[in-house]
């Protein structure tokens, strides 16, 4: 468990006093005092300290939760890392990509008995069971950190915690896609559409990678880097060409080139997809476009022959 503690002035400004610290340096500082909260796995934390200025004690706390086990007769858990991330480099701007990590659980008992409850799953599964603490700490090898995986639980109040770790490599600022802001390692229409968000203010809207947005390099983010954004995503369009099909026994609709439009209202994007299309002649649906993401709604213009705009 990681804390951060604050103070408050009278005008509301805070200030961090530590950030991310672990509960023995708080304990050092401030008087700390935990409290299981009725029904157990749920825990209120209160940090107080004495303040000269106001001649009393002040204080703040804060909530958090674990996964509890209803099985009494669970002693402690073990765990085991099966498989290391795909890409094993955490760069100092990011945390490390955990994509690929698998482990395995066992819940051992007080008799001694021992269950297997995960094997080779990710941390998203073991989740489901279990509160997950993810550490990094450097290593005494230069270039080179530990990441340490907690997984915990609450019995009758009581945590019950293992550990296991692997050593990453420490390398410098992560390489960035230009435009990629959602950082999914692709710039496309979905980063356009989380850029104008981000710029709309619209609430829950985050950047996960700013600097990829920045396209005027003046370390501003605004409507201009958006203009310089769709332009470029028009720019790296390519037009694939495929071959016609009989239109007497073909009934389904071909792209052959999607473009970005220059007009867009209250968020929404408009994509151009001009099409083959086969006879009979019929509207398109909704259905017709399964299997294409974040397509949302249509609209065709009407020709009589099998080229369609939409």
């Known amino acids: 468990m990681e804390l951060s503690v604050f103070t408050t002035d009278k005008d509301g400004t805070e200030t961090e006093l530590l950030s991310s610290a672990t509960l023995d340096e708080v304990k050092k500082s401030y008087n700390v005092n935990i409290i299981e909260n009725p029904g157990g796995g749920a825990f209120t934390v209160i940090v107080s300290a004495y303040s000269t200025a106001l001649a009393r004690t002040v204080s703040g706390k804060s909530e958090f939760a674990m ?105 410098g600022l992560k390489p960035t896609t230009k435009g990629d802001v959602n950082n999914d390692g692709d710039f496309n229409v979905s980063d356009v559409v989380l850029f104008q968000k981000w710029l709309l203010a619209i609430p829950d809207t985050n950047l996960a990678e700013c600097k990829a947005a920045d396209f005027c390099e003046d370390e501003r983010l605004d409507v201009f880097d958006l203009c310089l954004m769709k332009r470029e995503l028009i720019s790296n369009s390519t037009t694939t060409t495929y071959p016609v099909e009989n239109p007497e026994v073909i009934d389904e609709f071909t792209p052959y080139t999607a473009t970005l439009s220059d007009v867009h209202y209250s968020s929404k994007f408009n994509i151009i997809i001009k099409c083959q299309y086969s006879a009979p002649n019929r509207v398109w649906t909704i259905n017709d476009f399964k299997g294409i993401d974040n397509i949302k709604s249509i609209k065709q213009s009407y020709q009589e022959n099998p080229y369609r705009t939409i």
């Open 67 to 171: 996964k509890v086990i209803q099985n009494t007769n669970l002693e402690s858990l073990k765990l085991k890392i099966t498989n290391l991330p795909l890409n094993n480099t955490k760069y100092v701007d990011n945390n490390l990509d955990l994509t690929g990590l698998t482990l395995s659980v066992w819940e051992v008992y007080i008799d001694g008995s021992e269950e297997e409850t995960f094997t080779d799953d990710d941390l998203e599964t073991i989740k489901e069971r279990y509160s997950v603490h993810i550490s990094y700490k450097a290593n005494e090898n230069d270039g080179e950190g530990i990441c340490e995986i907690t997984i915990y639980t609450s019995v009758l109040g009581m945590e019950i915690k293992t550990t296991s770790e692997f050593t990453y490599a420490i390398g």
